[in-house]
């Protein structure tokens, strides 16, 4: 059983076997109370599936696209576990497993808040079953969404909300079935932090 984690939106925590049966999920679309709930909401899950942690076989990390405060926590979250657990992290693109499942060209959008969407856009899903990205990740003003995403037009624009950390789990466990590769170890922020440091000491005048 993998569990998975996700904070690239609101905060999805899921336990799913490898036949895709969700033994525990649980869901907040609040954005701003990612660590607050994230702790409670793994343990609530190991809880509701009534499994033990050495049953778990990896830790599923959703690397977004997301905004850079909310989506660290889910990630520090997954390796940390997966650290204590003794368990390897699977991270897979958020977007890709929005998109698991679909048939048809679609572009997934989500939020990124200041008035901007993370796109990707996708060629349904190849023989195994996993999404075909052709464009993404990648960031645009809302109000040039069309303007931004190439050959909009071809292309079925999806609801992405909720995240669900339970695609997430069914992803990596198509990833690994089929030997395809994850995602890599960045976190998919795709713009810089509201905060960063000087580039040198602050000029004390008198």
Request: hydrophobic letters at 45%.
């Amino acid at each position: 059983m993998l569990l998975a984690i996700d904070t690239s939106a609101g905060t999805s925590v899921a336990i799913v076997d490898a036949q895709g049966v969700v033994h525990a999920e649980r869901n907040s679309s609040d954005t701003r109370k990612h660590a607050e709930v994230v702790g409670d909401f793994i343990h609530g899950c190991i809880a509701d599936a009534g499994c033990a942690v050495t049953d778990l076989t990896g830790v599923v990390a959703g690397m977004g696209p997301g905004p850079f405060t909310g989506l660290r926590v889910g990630i520090v979250a997954a390796r940390a576990f997966a650290f204590g657990a003794g368990v390897p992290v699977l991270p897979v693109v958020t977007h890709d497993a929005i998109a698991l499942g679909e048939t048809e060209p679609i572009v997934v959008a989500t939020d990124a808040r200041r008035k901007e969407f993370y796109w990707s856009t996708y060629e349904g899903s190849d023989a195994a079953g996993l999404p075909v990205r052709v464009a993404g990740p990648a960031l645009a003003p809302a109000s040039e969404l069309a303007a931004s995403v190439p050959n909009f037009d071809h292309f079925q624009l999806r609801d992405s909300e909720p995240v669900l950390a339970s695609n997430l789990a069914r992803l990596a466990f198509l990833l690994r079935e089929h030997n395809r590769p994850f995602a890599g170890e960045e976190a998919l922020y795709l713009r810089s932090p509201d905060i960063t440091l000087s580039a040198g000491p602050k000029r004390v005048t008198a």
